[in-house]
C-alpha cells in the first residue's frame, strides 16, 4: 500500500469512497454484465479521479434475486463476475495505486440455496435447522402477521418440516438466527477468511435488522405502511448492537481495516438511531450511514440542519460519514427539486459533500452527474420495481450501465447489457466530461484533491457560519491554524454573505470565478449556484 504522507491520515476517516456496482460498472467479456476484470481496467480512472477506496457492492456466488444480496456462497465469487483469482487481482492492483477494497457483508440472510439453508431445511433435526428462524404455523397459518419488507408475508412454509421461516425480505432470502451461537461463530469465519484474504474492510447490509425479538408475536394491525413502524420496533435489537462491537474487536486485531453499517430506519432518516451503533468508538463499528439528506428538498435551510443534526447525535467517539445516493436510492442529480439547473446545483451537493466533516461516499456515475433512466416495465430486473409497478418502479433507474462513452451501449460493453444503458450517454459520458474542464466530473476530481491537501477538510471541526438561511450555507472547516472557508449558494440569484474578520484570504476554489485574492469590507457576493472555498490568511 502506498504510504500517505501524511501522518494523520486515516483512510477511512479521511479518504473518499467510491461505490461501485458491479454489474454496471464495465463488462470484460461482453456478456452485458459487469465484472471484477472490468474494474480492474479502470483503476486507473478511479485512481484519476482520486478517490482512496472502493466498496463492491456483492460480487458473491449468488441466484441473482436481488442481484447479490442473496448470498448461497460467502467464499465464491459468482462466474458472472469472475473468479477468486480475478478479486486477488484486483486486491493487488487496487493496493499499488493506493485503493482499498470493501466488500459488501450480508449477514442478516442468505439466498435460499444457500448450503447452510438446504441444510436447515432438510430435517428438524438437523444441527443447522436453528441456523435460521423456524416457527410452526398458528391456526393453519403464519406463525405470527409479520410482512416482508419486500411484499406479502413475511413467513414461507416449508412442505418438509412442516413448518415456517422468517424472511425480511424476499421470500428467497432466509433471515439467519443471529441467537444461534454456531451460526454467529460460522459467520465470522466468513469475515475472517475475507479479512486474511487481504480486503480492507466490510458494508454490512441491514446491519441493524439482525437482532430480532426473542418472542415474534404478532403486530396490532395499523393501516398500510404504518404497520412496518410497528414491526421495526421489533428488529434493532441488542444483538444488532454486539454484532458490531464483536466485528469491531475483529477488525482491531488487523491494520487499518474498517467497517460501514448499513442501518435500515423507519420512519427513513433516524440519526440518533444510526449514530447510536458508533456509542463505542473503538468498540464498535467505524461507520453508519444516514439518509437523512435524501428526503430533503433543495434548500440550504433544510440541508443545513440535517447535518447540524446529524452531527449532534455523533457520539463523543464516533466520526460521521455522508452520502448523497446508493444502490437502493434514487440518483441524488435527479432529486434537486426543479427541473431545471441540475448540473449546477449537483455540484453545490458535491462541494457539501465533498467539504464536511465525516467520511464522503460516491455512488458510481455520481461524478457525471448520471440521471435515473426510465425502464420499459418488460425490462426491469430489480424485484422490487416488478412486484410494486406503477407504484414503484424500482431500483433499476438509478443501477444503469456506467456511461464511459457517447458510443454503443455507452462503452459499457460490446454485447448486450443487462440492463438498458440510458439513452442520454450521448450527452452524459466520462470521455464528453474529462474534455470539458467545467464539467460535474472536474469538479469532483478538484475538490477531491483540495480536500487530500488541506487537513483542515479531511480532518478538521466543522463550524456553521451561515446557518438558518433558506438560500445559503456557509461553514469554517478547522485544523489547529489552518481555515478554511466553504460557502454555497443554492439559489439561482447572487447572494451576500457577511464574515465576521476582515475577510483576506486565498480562493481554493470556486464553480465561478479565478481571481485569487479577492474582497473587501468583510463581505463575498456569491453568484448563482456558486461553491466559494477560501483558506482564510
Ligand atoms: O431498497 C430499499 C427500499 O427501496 C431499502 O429499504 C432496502 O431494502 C434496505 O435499505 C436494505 O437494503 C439492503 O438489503 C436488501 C437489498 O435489497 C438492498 O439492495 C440492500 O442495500 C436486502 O438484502
Known sequence: MEPHDNSDWIWWKHGVIYQIYPMSFFDSNDDGVGDIPGIIAKLDYLHGLGIDAIWLSPVYKSPMLDFGYDVSDYRQIDPVFGTLEDLKLLLEKAHLLGIRVIMDMV??????????????????????????????????????????????????YDGGTNQFYLHTFLKQQPDLNWRNKELRSAVFKELVFWLDLGVDGFRLDAMNMVGKQKRLKSIPDLFGFLFFFRQYRKYNQPASYKFGR?????????????????????????????????????????????????????????????????????????????????????????????????????????????????????????????RNANIKRGDIRDPLGKRFWPFFKGRDRARTPMQWSDGPEAGFTRGKPWLPVNHNHKIINVIKQKEDSTSLYHHYETLIR????????????????????????????????????????????????????????????????????????????????????????
Do not use: Q
Not at 126 to 148: C, F
Not at 307 to 315: A, Q, V
Open 246 to 370: 464483536k466485528l469491531r474487536n475483529l477488525l482491531n486485531n488487523y491494520d487499518d481495516k474498517m467497517s460501514v453499517g448499513e442501518i435500515f430506519t423507519l420512519p427513513p432518516g433516524d440519526p440518533s438511531r444510526v449514530a447510536s451503533y458508533l456509542e463505542d468508538g473503538d468498540n464498535s463499528i467505524h461507520l453508519a450511514f444516514d439518509f437523512s439528506i435524501i428526503f430533503r428538498s433543495w434548500n440550504a435551510r433544510k440541508y443545513y440542519r440535517c447535518i447540524e443534526r446529524w452531527y449532534s447525535k455523533i457520539p463523543e467517539k464516533g466520526w460521521p460519514c455522508n452520502v448523497l445516493s446508493n444502490h437502493d436510492l434514487l440518483r441524488s442529480i435527479d432529486r434537486f427539486r426543479l427541473r431545471r439547473n441540475k448540473e449546477a446545483k449537483a455540484k453545490v451537493a458535491a462541494t457539501f459533500l465533498l467539504t464536511l466533516k465525516g467520511t464522503p461516499f460516491i455512488y458510481y456515475g455520481e461524478e457525471i452527474g448520471m
Open 107 to 156: 449477514i442478516n440472510h442468505t439466498s435460499d440455496n444457500h448450503r447452510w439453508f438446504l441444510e436447515s431445511r432438510s430435517s428438524k433435526d438437523n444441527p443447522k435447522h436453528d441456523w435460521y428462524i423456524w416457527r410452526d404455523g398458528r391456526y393453519g397459518g403464519p406463525p405470527n402477521n409479520w410482512k416482508s419488507f419486500y411484499g406479502g408475508s413475511s413467513w414461507e
Open 450 to 537: 483540495i480536500r487530500k491537501e488541506h487537513k483542515a477538510l479531511h480532518l478538521g471541526e466543522w463550524m456553521p457560519l451561515v446557518k438558518g438561511d433558506h438560500n445559503i450555507i456557509a461553514y469554517y472547516r478547522i485544523f489547529m491554524d489552518e481555515k478554511i472557508l466553504v460557502a454555497l449558494n443554492f439559489s439561482n440569484k447572487p447572494r451576500m454573505i457577511h464574515l465576521e474578520n476582515d475577510g483576506k484570504g486565498t480562493l481554493l476554489y470556486s464553480t465561478h470565478r479565478v481571481i485569487r485574492k479577492i474582497f473587501k469590507n468583510n463581505k463575498i457576493i456569491l453568484l448563482p449556484f456558486e461553491s466559494f472555498i477560501m483558506k482564510m490568511a
